[in-house]
């Protein structure tokens, strides 16, 4: 059983900056490429990042194209997310989930939930204005 745990997540004015982290259980995770995810209030969960098994590959969602950065450490299991001018639309419960297929496949960034199969329980991200 795969577990992940998030961390990082917390309350910033608008323009500032956090860093989440999500550290995964088990020997596998340098095979499978994961992902973030976040929720707000009353709406649907959204693709936020996602980068392939070793690292080469990344997709953003447009809304975080430029600000975001994901990235991956494979020698501690942890995968990141990097958030740089945080605005009060970022709020939300951000997920960090991985890929339901291990190693390089035909879309190996994939930006659907369904692509994912393993979740964490999310970290709350809140930005003020």
């Known amino acids: 059983q795969v577990q992940l745990v998030e961390s990082g997540g917390g309350t910033v004015q608008a323009g500032g900056s956090l860093r989440l982290s999500c550290v995964a259980s088990?020997?596998?995770?340098?095979?499978?490429?994961m992902g973030w995810f976040r929720q707000a209030p009353g709406k649907e969960r959204q693709f936020v990042a996602a980068?392939?098994?070793?690292?080469?590959?990344?997709r953003y969602a447009d809304s975080v194209k430029v600000r975001f950065t994901i990235s991956r450490d494979n020698a501690k299991n942890t995968v990141y997310l990097q958030m740089n001018s945080l605005r009060p639309e970022d709020t939300a419960v951000y997920y960090c989930?991985?890929?339901?297929?291990?190693?390089?496949?035909?879309?190996?960034?994939?930006?659907?939930?369904?692509?994912?199969?393993?979740w964490g329980q999310g970290t709350q991200v809140t930005v003020s204005s």
């Open positions: 980068i392939n098994y070793n690292g080469a590959n990344t």
């Open positions: 989930a991985r890929r339901s297929v291990w190693g390089p496949t035909i879309e190996e960034v994939p930006g659907t939930q369904q692509h994912y199969d393993y």
């Open positions: 088990g020997r596998t995770f340098s095979s499978y490429a």
